[in-house]
C-alpha cells in the first residue's frame, strides 16, 4: 500500500510539475510573422477566445484514473480553483479520508503526502535554481480549465493573434506557437471553436504532454469538459496517464483554501520529488 501510495504521489506530482515544466517554460513567447494572417483567421481566434471558460471560483468532484506501466489505480478526488490565486487537489480514496494533497499558487507549490506523514513546500524560484525553468501559474490554470494560453503569459487577448499559426481543416483547426527555447505548442478547436486538446513538445520532440478535453456539458452557461485525459510521453513510450472525470462542476460559489501542515510530519524537497521521478 505504501508503495502504491508513492507511486500515485509521484504520477500526480510528476504530471503537474510537468505540465508546469512545459508549458510554462519561458515568460516570453517568440512572435510569429504577420505575414498570411488573414482576416478570416483573425476573427477565428477572436471566436476561440469568446469560448474561454470564465470563472471567479471552480469545485468539482472527481474520479480519478491513474495508468501506469505496471499498474492503473483509481481515486476519488475533489479540485479547487480560485481564478488567477489557487489550484488544489485532494485525492481521497474513501469519502472523509485524505490521502494526498497538492497546492499550487501563484508563486509556489505545496504538497501533503499523509500515508508517508511528509510534506513539500517550496518556491517557483527556488525550484528554478534547480531546474534552470521558469513557471507559470497562469497556464497550468489553463490546462485544467480547456483555454488557450500563450506560454509565459498571464492573459491573452485577441490582437496577440499573430503569434499563432493556424491552420485548418474541414472540421477542426489547429492553433501552433512557441516560445523562445523553441518549445513546441499545439492547440486543437473543433467546429464550435472549442479546444479538444493541447499538446506541447520539447524541442526535438521527446518529451511530450497531451492534455485532451471531451464530454462537453453546460456548467454555469458555458461548456466544460466533464472528461480530461492527460498524458505524458517520453523517448515514444508513455510514462502514464491520468483520466479526470468530472462530477457537477461548482462555478463562482465560495472556496476555503485549507493546507495545514500536520505536526511531526516530515519535510522533502522538490530535488527528492525529481529524484523519485527518474526512478520511475
Known sequence: MKRNSWNIQIFITG??????LTACKSKTVATGSD?????????????????????????????LELQLPDKN???????KMIHNDCIQLSIQPLPGMEMFRIELTKDSAKM???????YMMESYEKMKGKTKID??????????????????????????FQHFHITKSRNTASLKTKDEAD?????????????????????????ILIWEYSDFKSVNKQRFPFLMKARLRS??????????????????LPVKKDFKI????????????IQSLETL
Open 15 to 20: 504530471l503537474l510539475i510537468f505540465s508546469l
Open 35 to 63: 505575414t498570411g494572417i488573414s482576416k478570416s483567421e483573425e476573427a477565428f481566434f477572436a471566436s476561440v477566445l469568446d469560448q474561454t471558460f470564465r470563472f471567479n471560483t471552480l469545485s468539482a468532484r472527481l474520479r
Open 73 to 79: 489505480m483509481s481515486s476519488r478526488a475533489h479540485l
Open 112 to 118: 501533503i503526502d499523509r500515508k508517508n506523514n511528509c
Open 135 to 160: 513557471f507559470n501559474f497562469y497556464n497550468l490554470q489553463s490546462l485544467f480549465t480547456n483555454n488557450i494560453f500563450l506560454p509565459g503569459e498571464k492573459e491573452l487577448s485577441g490582437r496577440q
Open 183 to 207: 518549445m513546441l505548442y499545439t492547440f486543437v478547436a473543433d467546429g464550435n471553436e472549442k479546444l479538444v486538446s493541447t499538446t506541447i513538445y520539447d524541442p526535438d520532440e521527446t518529451n
Open 235 to 252: 523517448d515514444d513510450k508513455t510514462l502514464g496517464m491520468a483520466k479526470l472525470t468530472f462530477s457537477k462542476p461548482e462555478v463562482d
Open 262 to 273: 500536520p505536526s511531526g510530519y516530515k519535510r522533502i524537497t522538490f530535488s527528492q520529488i
